[in-house]
Nanobody
């Protein structure tokens, strides 16, 4: 069992920055790929970024590449998503999720555990 708690969402102007945090607890965390996904109103949930705990495998959606950075602090069991140059189309609920590394590749596959989500709103 893995528990995930996100924080750091909020309202920001276009071009601004936010950092999301995901506190992770549970056993055998190294078995999981950690991902950030988002869901905008009226749209399907989409992949944003993913990382392994070892950091050797990091992936980004094309829409955020160069603007967002995923990182993790292993000592604190925390995963971050630094979001820069935010655009109105980044407005969504952002979810932190854990995927058993045998279930997918981060970008694809089923995520096994989810946080409650945190709202990010970018005003134009």
């Amino acid at each position: 069992q893995v528990q995930l708690v996100e924080s750091g969402g909020g309202l920001v102007q276009c071009g601004g920055s936010l950092r999301l945090s995901c506190a992770v607890s549970g056993r055998f965390l190294s078995r999981y790929i950690m991902g950030w996904l988002r869901q905008a109103p009226g749209k399907e949930r989409e992949f944003v970024a993913a990382t392994s705990w070892g950091g050797g495998s990091i992936d980004y959606a094309d829409s955020v590449k160069g603007r967002f950075t995923i990182s993790r602090e292993n000592a604190k069991n925390t995963v971050y998503l630094q979001m820069n140059s935010l655009k109105p189309e980044d407005t969504a609920i952002y979810y932190c999720a854990a995927q058993n590394r045998y279930s997918g590749s981060g970008r694809h596959g089923r995520y096994d555990y989810w946080g409650q989500g945190t709202q990010v709103t970018v005003s134009s």
